[in-house]
Nanobody, 122 residues
Framework: QVRLVESGGGLVQAGGSLRLSCAAS????????MGWFRQAPGKERELVAA????????YYADSVRGRFTISRDNAKNTVYLQIDTLKPQDTAVYYC???????????????WGQGTQVTVSS
């Protein structure tokens, strides 16, 4: 079992930045590829970024590439999502998730956090 706890969300103005964190506990964090998803009201959950167990490979959705940066620190059992140049359309609940095996654009993950709200005002 892997427990994931997100933090770092909040209310920010358009053009600002946020860094989301996801702290993992339980089984060995470095075994897992990690992903960040988001779900806006009335919309389906979408994968925005993913990172392999070593951090050597990353994936970004087209809608966020160039503004979002995913990274991880296996010594701290934490994965991060740096979000720059925030837009109102980035408003959503952001979730981190863990899966065994690297499949860059896959949506199937084994463990999920509870989410953190990001709200961007115009």
């Amino acid at each position: 079992q892997v427990r994931l706890v997100e933090s770092g969300g909040g209310l920010v103005q358009a053009g600002g930045s946020l860094r989301l964190s996801c702290a993992a506990s339980g089984r060995t964090f470095s075994y897992y590829a990690m992903g960040w998803f988001r779900q806006a009201p009335g919309k389906e959950r979408e994968l925005v970024a993913a990172i392999s167990w070593s951090g050597g490979s990353t994936y970004y959705a087209d809608s966020v590439r160039g503004r979002f940066t995913i990274s991880r620190d296996n010594a701290k059992n934490t994965v991060y999502l740096q979000i720059d140049t925030l837009k109102p359309q980035d408003t959503a609940v952001y979730y981190c998730a863990a899966r065994l095996g690297w499949a860059p654009s896959a949506n199937q993950y084994d463990y999920w956090g509870q989410g953190t709200q990001v709200t961007v005002s115009s």
